[in-house]
């Protein structure tokens, strides 16, 4: 196990990377300034390795970087802004850093590169992911059956009882793998007396003469808690995973709701609901999609051939394969946004990746759910008070998508190139074409998505940021 120091200012991202790292059975210590950092080498301080953001707000990576080597620590540089080969030549040969990563990364790769200067060895996806699966199975296998416990996005059945907002069990997807049930002693006996010897012992021989090795298996946190809503909101958790480019799932709980989200690469790919009008049968019951016996029909007919309500309801021609992919996407979507305005509650994340072959492929990109969502969900009142007239608005330095990932309209995109920190909010509604929901919806979003951000002073044109000498 190694101890690992994270000077990171996106405190998001810090919090996945330090959780990756305890899932790994290292122990990591997040700090979002680099006065942070500097008090946390003091005299009784241990770090085996360090991951250190050359932009921070308050001094240049470069100082950490030099402390750390002082130290005697090693260290991996990380920059959204410092990027190229001039900056990774500078970051390692002039500042002593280990190896050096541009914005976005792989997360994994990064981590590999931590360990190593850690002098620790890697742990394997195929060792790290079996753990996991038991961690998670552990959890996910409760009280109720299968049949019961429906995921959000594909449910074994849905009963034609009238909706609820009662949160049922946790929301689950199928285990990634089954545990194959145990022969009973009498009955692997009879098995083997019928065959002739030397066959009839073979595995009573076989074991004694090379005992199946005991493998340690490390603690792992439970979901590895991360933090509080309170702190953070779910748009940002959502730039964290795309900015890692990171597999995994996103755990999301308030009072007795429970809402879970799965990651490929960064990109939302399933979520999962203890809410039953959440679940896939009740959503297409909503958007009017199935009527009230089309989804007992569907019921019915899972339950007689243990079905999950999506391939009961193609079998009986409900739905084509295009309208339940459409539903399914709308329907992650409204889990995630019901989210958007939480402001307490926890979350927690997990490396388990998706398992599941029979998954209809999704792929929804973060950027457009946020910016989307927002335009969904907020109303006017609320976007009035969280964008007030006076704010202004700043491209942010390392945003976490690239503006040609976002669709933006054309008054989108020339709201955008207003938000320079020289306008003010009213003065940004009074250029734009959109109307003032749209606009303030739109600066919101991209707010949120870490494409714009609020300053307290406009900085000084003249000044020049370097992270060299």
């Not at 122990?27 to 770090?47: D, I, K, M, N, W």
Request: charge should be negative; aromatic fraction near 6%.
């Amino acid at each position: 196990m190694a101890r690992l120091l994270i000077v990171e200012d996106n405190q998001e991202l810090a919090s996945l990377i330090a959780t990756v790292a305890q899932t790994r059975g290292h122990e990591a210590l997040t700090v979002f300034t680099g006065e942070s950092a500097l008090e946390a080498l003091g005299p009784h301080s241990r770090f085996d390795a360090a991951l250190v953001d050359l932009l921070l707000p308050d001094i240049r990576g470069s100082e950490v970087l030099g402390a750390l080597r002082a130290h005697g620590i090693p260290a991996i540089a990380v920059s959204g802004v410092y990027k190229g080969d001039r900056f990774a030549q500078e970051a390692t040969q002039v500042h002593g850093a280990r190896a050096f990563f541009e914005k976005p990364f792989e997360l994994d790769t990064v981590m590999d590169a931590l360990e190593e200067a850690a002098g620790v060895p890697p742990v394997t996806h195929g060792e790290l992911l079996d753990e996991v699966d038991l961690l998670v199975l552990e959890e996910l296998v409760q009280e109720e059956t299968p049949a019961q416990e429906e995921s959000a996005l594909e449910p074994v059945s849905e009963p034609a009882s009238e909706p609820t907002s009662e949160p049922t069990s946790e929301p689950t997807s199928e285990p990634a793998f089954e545990q194959p049930e145990a022969v009973p002693p009498e009955e692997a006996a009879g098995v083997s007396e019928a065959l002739p010897l030397p066959f009839a012992q073979r595995d009573a021989v076989w074991t004694e003469a090379a005992p199946a090795p005991v493998r340690q298996r490390r603690q792992l946190p439970e979901w590895s808690l991360a933090g509080d809503l309170s702190h953070t909101s779910v748009p940002r958790l959502l730039n964290a995973y795309y900015e890692a480019r990171h597999h995994g799932e996103l755990k999301l709980r308030q009072g007795t709701v429970l809402k879970v989200v799965y990651f490929e690469a960064g990109r939302v790919v399933y979520a999962a609901s203890n809410l039953a009008p959440e679940r896939f049968g009740r959503f297409c019951l909503r958007k009017g999609a199935l009527t009230e016996a089309q989804l007992a029909e569907a019921a019915g007919y899972a339950r007689e051939h243990s079905l999950r309500t999506g391939d009961a309801l193609l079998k009986r021609g409900l739905l084509s394969p295009k309208q339940r992919r459409h539903l399914l996407e709308e329907q992650v979507k409204d889990i995630l946004w019901s989210t958007f305005a939480w402001t307490e509650g926890q979350y927690g994340f997990s490396p388990m990746r998706p398992q599941r072959a029979d998954l209809v492929p999704l792929s929804l990109f973060p950027g457009d759910l946020i910016l989307e969502g927002v335009a969904r969900t907020e109303t006017l009142v609320a976007l009035r008070q969280r964008m007030a007239p006076g704010r202004r608005l700043f491209p942010t330095a390392d945003p976490p998508y690239g503006l040609h990932e976002l669709k933006l309209t054309g008054p989108q995109a020339m709201l955008l190139a207003f938000a320079d920190g020289t306008k003010t909010v009213e003065d940004l509604l009074a250029l734009t074409d959109l109307s003032e929901r749209e606009a303030l919806a739109t600066l919101r979003g991209l707010e949120l998505s870490g494409v714009l951000e609020e300053r307290q002073q406009t900085p000084n044109r003249r000044q020049r940021i370097s992270f060299g000498l």
